[in-house]
């Protein structure tokens, strides 16, 4: 199973950028899948997670700007980021859990079996 993510790039504050997460290597669906972003010199952090059945968990300091969402036929993964901020700035990676899953599982990260290898996102003030 790979999962790859893109379109990561330079933004101006205020500005939007969209993630997609292609999953292969699986003919089914992932149970959980979720963004966590990691910025230079700070620890790994959640960003958004939805699960098969859609439901979804925000970190705090993105609820109302970003929206997570997934096309289970085409196995992809999408963070829509809106009203972007300087702190945003950080690198994305995209997870899946095939099986069941914890909330602080999700929470951590510590639950997902998957990653992809990153894109960076930089917003520039």
């Known amino acids: 199973v790979q999962l790859q993510a893109s379109g990561g790039g330079l933004v101006q504050a205020g500005g939007s950028l969209s993630l997609s997460c292609a999953v292969s290597?699986?003919?089914?669906?992932?149970?959980?899948m979720g963004w966590y972003r990691q910025a230079p010199g700070k620890q790994r952090e959640l960003v958004a997670a939805?699960?098969?059945?859609?439901?979804?968990k925000y970190s705090d300091s993105v609820k109302g700007r970003f929206t997570i969402s997934r096309d289970n036929a085409k196995n992809t993964l999408y963070l829509e980021m809106n009203s972007l901020k300087p702190e945003d700035t950080a690198v994305y990676y995209c997870?899946?859990?095939?099986?069941?899953?914890?909330?602080?599982?999700?929470?951590?990260?510590?639950?997902?079996?998957?990653w992809g290898k990153g894109t960076l996102v930089t917003v520039s003030s």
């Open positions: 997870a899946a859990a095939p099986g069941s899953i914890t909330d602080w599982g999700i929470s951590t990260g510590y639950g997902m079996d998957y």
């Open positions: 290597g699986r003919t089914f669906s992932m149970n959980a």
């Open positions: 939805i699960t098969n059945g859609g439901s979804t």
